[in-house]
């Protein structure tokens, strides 16, 4: 069991739909992240906030838009997505930079 | 090596040998280095790390080695199980919250 709990583990969609990943930490971390992995790469940072703001942004497409309502959550808007948005989400968090980052099991995300 | 496509390179070893993972980096500016294993169906898992000021560090059945002047890092795990296959992350910040990842091997260990 991971201490970053990521919901829901599995997401279909379609292209015009709008739907949320969500991420919930209480380890007390203040860095809390997003990134995508695709089978057999490495995960690709999308967003980190700190301090509940957001620090930086990868160049993500718009059509991906992150919040941080509180230091605890972190959520992934979805919108108008593409096939190749299809991708395993996963979100760390972290006390700052500089330590460990520690990921939760991640959202399988396909896109009809 | 370098993955090519969907292949990753894959490292196999007996139960019980020694599995060593290496890993090149590229920013002579990072200073903090960080090893994942990542299970099927997963999300990576966090194994040990180093800073740059140090050159090894020892952990349970896990040994990281920093190299910084060949800019090479490995991961050294003793007496491999079964439950050690996966694939291994090794990743490099270099200040700030930004950890840039490398392409990962498989490990196989063979009963």
């Known amino acids: 069991d991971t201490e970053v709990t990521q919901t829901p583990k599995h997401l279909v969609m379609g292209m015009t739909n709008k739907k949320s990943l969500k991420c919930e930490q209480h380890?007390?971390?203040?860095?809390m992240y997003w990134y995508k992995q695709k089978a057999k790469k490495p995960p690709e940072l999308m967003f980190v906030y700190s301090y509940e703001k957001l620090s930086i942004n990868e160049s993500v497409p718009s059509r991906f838009s992150p919040e941080c309502p509180n230091s605890s959550l972190l959520n992934l808007h979805l919108h108008a997505l593409q096939p190749e948005d299809s991708a395993l989400y996963l979100c760390?968090?972290?006390?700052?930079?500089?330590?460990?980052?520690?990921f939760g099991d991640g959202t399988r995300l396909s896109i009809l | 090596g370098e993955s090519v496509g969907l292949h990753l390179p894959t490292l196999s070893v007996q139960e019980g040998d020694n599995s060593i993972i290496n890993c090149a980096y590229s920013n002579s500016a990072s200073d903090y280095f960080i090893w994942y294993k990542q299970e099927s169906g997963k999300g990576p898992q966090f194994i040990i790390d180093?800073?740059?000021?140090?050159d090894k560090r020892q952990g349970q059945r896990v040994t990281v080695l920093l190299n910084k002047t060949v800019k090479h890092l490995s991961l050294q795990i003793a007496a491999t199980q079964p439950g050690d296959s996966a694939v291994y992350f090794c990743a490099e910040g270099g200040g700030g919250n930004k950890l840039t990842f490398g392409t990962g091997t498989q490990l196989k260990v063979e009963l």
């Open positions: 180093i800073r740059s000021n140090m």
């Open positions: 380890m007390g971390h203040r860095a």
């Open positions: 760390a968090s972290s006390y700052l930079g500089g330590q460990p980052q520690h």
